[in-house]
């Protein structure tokens, strides 16, 4: 979906297919499965914006409400998802731990 206020960016959140109505959301800057509650706040957390470097076709995914907070991999257990900030965004210096691409299921 876009935002009004940024019409060029798209934001989306990630349901689950096994667990209805359960959704990726960050939580004390780890990412987990959690159900979804009627509330502005898990909305934002549940809620990423994507970028895209054209060049390599891979993306990335910023938390709406948590700085330059973006997804990785958890660098220690390479089992989890995390957020981690970063003090300014250039491909150039992205490691694999924050990069993703969309795979299509047939």
């Known amino acids: 979906q876009n935002s009004i206020e940024d019409p060029m960016s798209i934001y989306l959140s990630f349901s689950s297919l096994s667990l209805p109505n359960y959704y990726l959301r960050h939580f004390l800057k780890r990412i987990r499965l959690s ?4 509330s ?3 909305r ?3 809620t990423f914006k994507v970028s895209e470097d054209k060049q390599s ?5 910023a938390a ?3 700085g330059q907070s973006y997804i990785s991999v958890d660098s220690k257990t390479k ?3 995390i957020l ?3 003090d300014s965004l250039s491909w150039s210096t992205l490691n694999e ?3 993703f691409d969309f795979v299509v299921q047939s």
């Open 35 to 38: 159900k979804y509650e009627e």
């Open 40 to 42: 502005d706040i898990f």
């Open 44 to 46: 934002k957390d549940a």
């Open 57 to 61: 076709s891979v993306f990335i995914f």
């Open 64 to 66: 709406i409400n948590f």
């Open 79 to 81: 089992a989890a998802l």
């Open 84 to 86: 981690t900030e970063l």
């Open 97 to 99: 731990t924050f990069l």
